[in-house]
């Protein structure tokens, strides 16, 4: 069985920055993407970051140059520094995993696995 467990999650003002954890258990780490989605209600999820087992990285156009993703195969850990927050980062975000390889890393659809999530607010 895998379980995500994401931590870090927590409220700061504009310019802020937050470090989320997404810790993995169970026989999963080595995979071929993890990533971390956001929702806000009402919406969908979004794609906002992925790291495939190569450490090569995809990011939302919203988020490039603020966000960076991480992760510790010794500590079986995923990371999502947040750095320059801005209020409409405000979502609860996601860890997921994936043991395919996909061509749409930031794709929901792609992923098998989920965390329960964390919530990050940013106030202007």
């Known amino acids: 069985q895998v379980q995500l467990v994401e931590s870090g999650g927590g409220s700061v003002q504009a310019g802020g920055s937050l470090r989320l954890s997404c810790a993995v258990f169970?026989?999963?780490?080595?995979?071929?993407?993890m990533a971390w989605f956001r929702q806000v209600p009402g919406k969908e999820r979004e794609g906002v970051a992925a790291i495939d087992n190569d450490g090569r990285t995809s990011y939302a156009d919203s988020v490039k140059g603020r966000f960076t993703i991480s992760k510790d195969s010794a500590k079986g850990t995923l990371y999502l520094q947040m750095n320059s927050l801005k209020p409409e980062d405000t979502a609860m975000y996601y860890c997921?995993?994936?043991?395919?390889?996909?061509?749409?890393?930031?794709?929901?659809?792609?992923?098998?696995?989920w965390g329960r999530g964390t919530q990050v607010t940013v106030s202007s």
């Open positions: 169970g026989h999963l780490y080595s995979t071929d993407y």
């Open positions: 997921a995993a994936s043991p395919y390889f996909t061509r749409a890393p930031l794709d929901t659809t792609e992923y098998h696995y």
